[in-house]
């Protein structure tokens, strides 16, 4: 099994700053990584779909990037909405696992 | 839009069979997946199964006691649940398959609690 290991565990930041949040994968998986935006009382959502194609109606501030075993997800000026826990994605063979999540909270 | 339902609270080795109602786009043309999330943990993939049925895929934590069907004539899937644990509380939601490999739409979710 894959495992997904996200860092940090918690971002704290203002609105208008600049996000960087990494997912590293135990084995490569290539490219095939997702990034799911979940807020409280709510089901994930998808962001980001093959490391770096952004999911219809997913503002350009969102941006994902890298490959083989090294992730990043970029929200390049937080909005108020933005703030809510990140995981990261993927598929090996028929096993699908998720990161342990990233918490981007208000400072 | 995806809306499940039959959660509820139901003592260990009870079962529930919890259901996903898919309406707004072509069902058969999708592979679909239930998904869980325990309280304040991340997202557990349970199973996927194909557009047409015939092929299903299960995580080990529910292999031999969760069973994924669908109908494809009533825009339906299923997950029926069996030999159900403490550890198997959660939100259940189902979710709509992009390329196998991704989860690209997902309802709300039906809640499942396991408590003697």
């Known amino acids: 099994e894959v495992v997904l290991t996200q860092s940090p565990a918690t971002l704290s930041l203002s609105p208008g700053e600049r996000a960087t949040l990494s997912c590293r994968a135990s084995q490569s998986v290539d490219y095939y990584l997702a990034w799911y935006q979940q807020k409280p009382g709510q089901a994930p959502r998808l962001l980001i779909y093959?490391?770096?194609n952004r999911a219809p109606g997913i503002p350009a501030r969102f941006s994902g990037s890298g490959s083989e075993t090294d992730f990043t997800l970029t929200i390049s000026s937080l909005e108020p909405e933005d703030f809510a826990v990140y995981y990261c994605?993927?598929?090996?063979?028929?096993?699908?696992?998720f990161g342990q999540g990233t918490n981007v909270e208000i400072k | 839009q995806l809306v499940e339902s039959g959660g509820g609270v139901v003592q260990p080795g009870g079962s529930l069979r919890l259901s996903c109602v898919v309406s707004?786009?072509?069902?058969?043309?999708?592979?679909m997946h239930w998904v869980r999330q325990a309280p304040g943990k991340g997202p557990e993939w349970v199973a996927i199964?194909?557009?047409?049925?015939?092929?299903?895929h299960y995580a080990d934590s529910v292999k031999g006691r969760f069973t994924i069907s669908r109908d494809n004539s009533k825009n339906t899937v299923t997950l029926q649940t069996n030999s159900l644990r403490v550890e198997d509380t959660a939100m259940y939601f189902c979710?709509?398959?992009?390329?196998?490999?991704?989860?690209?739409?997902w309802g709300q979710g039906t809640l499942v609690a396991v408590s003697s």
């Open positions: 199964i194909s557009k047409d049925g015939r092929s299903k």
């Open positions: 994605q993927q598929r090996t063979d028929w096993l699908y696992t």
């Open positions: 093959d490391a770096s």
């Open positions: 979710a709509k398959d992009q390329g196998t490999t991704y989860f690209q739409t």
């Open positions: 707004g786009f072509d069902f058969t043309n999708y592979a």
